[in-house]
Structures are given as structure tokens and as C-alpha cells.
């Protein structure tokens, strides 16, 4: 077998089609988790995710992308894809007859999702769902948003991926997928980085302790010394009791969910005092030179 033969192993094949080239997907990993975007700026994937651990990910074939143009499938002889609001307003907003032609076109039982910034918003716990099915497909928004009717006829799930509004969801898109492709097996080099992070259930969903790294002084700031100790027992509970704080002061509804899931309640401690390490930790912040 030759060295391309070995290559193309796995592979979909490339077959002829009367389809736009734009709605033609590169080679793509047969049984891969996908990523299937509907954009009427298609060249803006893969972006960032074309990078680093995602980009390794993609070109080895852990997973695959598809951006699809809406335009091909616009209305009329430029290609129109949206119209004026019913009912009057600004802007423009994309056509149903245009969205729906697309994802049938596109097929497939991906889940889909609309970036919308009154979708629910997206969570940790969604991107780990969405790592364990086959991929989803995600409609990019542009001008005022997509008709209503498509959405519903199709079931498309709204996600926000926070409380502002963005020209288009191509830069949302693009969040859904990398927070989503680094939870897939064997794209992160050490899938052990995955249980201490922020959100991480291992981790009781609370945010992640600072982190330190060489010199151990620097600009009169010194790494704290639990972390230079050696002392296991004692790191593992400075950045349990760090975590903690955080949370709570940080993130008050991520630290109710936490007290609410707690096995053992008479653990509720005030994290002011809650070891004499963090105590450390606050006095040399308040004064680095000590």
C-alpha cells in the first residue's frame, strides 16, 4: 500500500456533484465528531480554531468542520437571502424558505443550533454533551436574525454564549465548537487538564486556583510557599480551599449549586478563615514583599 493510499484511509470519497463548490466539504474523517456551520461568511472558518490543539486536532482528523455559504441557496438572481422585519423595524432579517433549503440540503441528524443572544445560555455541562454525540450544526445569524418559522419546523436549539449582542455568529460559533472539540478524546494532550479547570465536575464545579509558574520572586512577588513545599496533602487543600474563595466570591450562583450538591453540610465553612494557608495566600497579596 503507498504512503497516499495509507493517507486517505478512513476517508469519505470525493464524487462528482452538480452542487456549488461552496457546499462541498473537504476530505472528511468518516465517524468523526462534526462541526457543520451555516455562514454567510464561510471564509471565516476555521479561524482560531485552525490553531494550536484544535487545529492539530482537525488537520489529524479527530474531528471534522464544514462551513456552508448561505448565499448559494439566496432567492432570485442575486441570490437574496433575507427581507424586511414583518410588522415593520430596522434591519433585515434571514428568510425562512432560504434557511430551510440549506439544511435540507445539508441533511443529516446532527442537533442544531441557532447562535441567538436570547438562547439559553451555554454551560460547561452542554459542551460535554455535545463532545459525547456525533457533532452539530450551527446557524449563523446575521442583521435582525432568522425567521421565527424555520426555527420552529426544524427544532433549532437557541444558545447564548453570553449577555451582549455581536454583529453575526461566526465568532460565537467558533466558542461553541473549540469550548466543545477540546472535551473529544485525544485532542488535549493531557486529558488530566481537563478534571481541575473551572466547571469541571471533578472539581465540584467550582472555578480553578491561580496558578504559578518560574521565577519563583518576581517584581517583589513571591509563588506561595505551600507550592514549593513538596508537601502533596497540603497543595491539594491550599488549591481545594483557593477554589473555594474564588467561587464564592466570584461566582455566587456557582457557589449555591456547589453548597446544594455538597455530601457532607456541616462542611460549610466561611472561607475567610477557612485554612490557615489561604489565610497566608491574602496577607502576601495584601503585602507581596512579606
Request: charge should be negative; include cysteine.
Amino acid at each position: 500500500m503507498t504512503d497516499g493510499a495509507m493517507k486517505s484511509h478512513g476517508r469519505l470519497s470525493i464524487r462528482a456533484s452538480t452542487q456549488p463548490r461552496d457546499l462541498m466539504a473537504e476530505p472528511q474523517v468518516r465517524g468523526a465528531w462534526t462541526a457543520q456551520v451555516f455562514t454567510l461568511f464561510p471564509e471565516a472558518f476555521p479561524g482560531v480554531l485552525g490553531l494550536s490543539l484544535t487545529g492539530r486536532a482537525l488537520s489529524e482528523g479527530l474531528w471534522n468542520l464544514r462551513s456552508i455559504d448561505l448565499r448559494p441557496f439566496g432567492i432570485g438572481k442575486h441570490r437574496n437571502v433575507d427581507d424586511t422585519p414583518a410588522g415593520g423595524g430596522a434591519g433585515m432579517v434571514i428568510r425562512a424558505d432560504v434557511m430551510d433549503a440549506a439544511l435540507r440540503e445539508a441533511g443529516g441528524d446532527l442537533p442544531v443550533i441557532y447562535l441567538s443572544p436570547r438562547g439559553k445560555p451555554f454551560t460547561q455541562a452542554r459542551a460535554r454533551e455535545l463532545a459525547q454525540g456525533p457533532g452539530m450544526t450551527l446557524i449563523c445569524g446575521r442583521f435582525e436574525g432568522v425567521d421565527q418559522r424555520v426555527l420552529d419546523a426544524h427544532g433549532v436549539e437557541e444558545i447564548s454564549i453570553g449577555d451582549y449582542v455581536l454583529t453575526g455568529g461566526e465568532l460565537a460559533a467558533q466558542v461553541l465548537i473549540d469550548a466543545t472539540v477540546r472535551l473529544i478524546p485525544r485532542v488535549l494532550g493531557n486529558q488530566d487538564s481537563l478534571a481541575e479547570e473551572s466547571f469541571s465536575p471533578d472539581h465540584g464545579g467550582l472555578l480553578e486556583h491561580p496558578q504559578y509558574t518560574k521565577p519563583a520572586l518576581w517584581e517583589g512577588r513571591a509563588i506561595p510557599e505551600v507550592l514549593l513545599s513538596g508537601n502533596h496533602a497540603a497543595i491539594a487543600n491550599w488549591r481545594h480551599d483557593m477554589a473555594e474563595r474564588l467561587t464564592k466570591e466570584r461566582r455566587p450562583d456557582l457557589w449555591r449549586a456547589y453548597e446544594e450538591t455538597r455530601m457532607d453540610p456541616a462542611k460549610d465553612r466561611q472561607l475567610s478563615g477557612a485554612s490557615d494557608q489561604s489565610r497566608d495566600y491574602r496577607e502576601h497579596q495584601e503585602d507581596p514583599k512579606r
